[in-house]
Structure formats: C-alpha cells, structure tokens
C-alpha cells in the first residue's frame, strides 16, 4: 500500500521539475535552471493596490513569519508528490499593498530572462512567454496559498522557483507559478499562459477534481513519486486534492465542470 504521508525526497523534487523556461524535459531544469541569477531580485506589485510598490528579497526572507507546510502536490500529468515547503501565506503579502475594494483577481508573472533560461530561446517552445498565472482574489487570500521560499528547510533550489513561487495545493501544479517577478491585482479575470496555449485542456481554476478528466487522460488517479516500473504507486485522486474542507465553500454554487 502506498503511504500517502511519505514526503518525496530532495533529490527527486530536484531532479523531475516542470519548468519549461529551462526546457520541456523532466531532467532539464534540474541540469539549466543554475543559469538563472536569484540574487539581486524583486517582485512589483502594482494594479488595483492603495499602496503599489516593490519588494526586495531581503525584505521577502527577513519580513515575514515563514513557516514549514507539508502539501501534496498534484501535476495535471496525472503525478504527485508530497512536499516540504517553507514559506508564508501569500495574503501576508497583499494585505501590505493595501488591495482596493476593485481587486477580484491576481495576475503573476515569472522572471522572462532570455539569456539566462534557455527553454525560452528553444524553437519548440509552445509558451507565449513570460510564463503568466492567476487566482481569484479569494482563492489568493486563501490561508493555504503559499509564497514558498523554501523547501526542506533550505532556500529553494533554482529548479523548483527560486526565489519564490507560488504553492496553491487544491489546484494543478501548473497554478503554483515559479520565480515570481511581478504581481498585479485586476477587477477582470487576467489570461494565463496555459489557458491561453489550450484553452479547452487548461482551464483558469484547474481545482484537482478526479471527476473531470483532462481531454487527452484520466484524472481520476495518480502517480505518486517516487514510484518505478514495479512499485508504481498508483493511488486515487482525492476532489481539491484532499483539501476541500478547507477550499470546497469557495466554489459554492459553481458548475466544475464547467469551470475547469
Ligand atoms: N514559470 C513556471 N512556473 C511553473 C512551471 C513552468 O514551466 N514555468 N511549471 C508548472 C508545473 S506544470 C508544475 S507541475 C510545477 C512543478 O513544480 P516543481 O518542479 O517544483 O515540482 O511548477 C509549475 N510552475
Ligand atoms: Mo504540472
């Protein structure tokens, strides 16, 4: 049986990543994301805030209570892993930009630095780059969406979104956007990259929902890694991801298959 508290290795969250700026292959940004310099950075977050401005790393990693949390974590791909992040409720974050009584939605954007991340000077790229995500501003506000700076009680290794990403662990890993560089907050729903590449595979929620497969594969399981050839570990996908009594209420009322 496969124990779903048996957190995945180091070595495995750093070596099987998606981030397509560095490549498409699981093994790419573990061997590329080195490439990209994390220090200077800052994140502006501007749009519909009484108080637009910048942050600095320093006064990311010195100015807020960070914390350990143990998510699972679930790629639309059909695996998952279970993680230890370190990092503080993104809503600690926005309450310091004071959001005016217009801001709906969020909008992220990853650093888009050609030089340095060489997925995005690749011909086969499919992304429309910068690699762009967004919440809901209740689902931002939401006490588990997580800016992560860390993982295992370290800074995060460059592969997994240093110096900060997002973690929102009821949603499709492709939500939980790396190596953040701007935030804004809209009145209107914003595009995201995916969305925007295939509009009927990704939607703007991507809430887990084993119920609702993917057009090209089954949601309702899912790989849980570290797994091999035959010790697969294939185990049922839980709504929310295992979360909805914590985030199901926020939907209230919502067709999900509608609003994928
Ligand atoms: N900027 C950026 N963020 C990204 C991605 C990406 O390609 N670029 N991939 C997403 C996807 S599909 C997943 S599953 C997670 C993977 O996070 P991990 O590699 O740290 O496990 O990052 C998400 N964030
Ligand atoms: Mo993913």
């Not at 790229?125 to 690699?131: F, K």
């Not at 570990?233 to 209230?252: C, K, S, W």
Request: overall charge neutral; glycine content about 8%.
């Amino acid at each position: 049986m496969v124990n779903p508290w048996i957190t995945a290795p180091l070595e495995d969250v750093k070596a099987y990543c998606n981030f397509y700026e560095f490549g498409t292959d699981k093994g790419d940004p573990g061997r590329y994301a080195h490439e990209m310099t994390v220090d200077p950075w800052s994140i502006e977050v501007t749009g519909e805030v009484h108080k637009p401005g910048k942050l600095n790393l320093e006064d990311i990693l010195s100015g807020f209570d960070l914390e350990e949390r143990v998510y699972r974590f679930r790629c639309v791909e059909a695996w998952s892993m279970v993680i230890p992040w370190v990092g503080f409720p993104l809503a600690d974050l926005l309450q310091r930009f004071e959001p005016t009584g217009k801001a709906r939605y969020v909008e992220f954007r990853t650093l888009y630095r050609r030089g340095e991340m060489r997925g995005t000077r690749s011909f086969t790229s499919i992304i429309d780059w910068p690699y762009r995500e967004g919440l809901r501003m209740d689902e931002a506000m939401h006490p588990l969406t997580l800016m992560s700076v860390g993982l295992y009680g370290n800074t995060l290794p460059n592969q997994n979104g240093a110096p900060v990403r997002l973690v929102v662990p009821w949603k499709y890993g492709f939500k939980s956007i790396k190596s953040i560089v701007s935030i804004r907050l809209l009145e209107k729903q914003p595009g995201t990259s995916w969305e925007a590449l295939n509009p009927r595979e990704y939607g703007f929620y991507s809430n887990v929902n084993p119920e609702v497969n993917h057009p090209r594969w089954s949601q309702a399981s899912e790989r849980r890694l570290p797994s091999t050839l035959f010790k697969p570990n294939r185990i049922p996908t839980r709504m929310f991801n295992g979360y909805g009594e914590q985030v199901a209420h926020l939907y209230d009322g919502m067709d999900l298959s509608r609003y994928y």
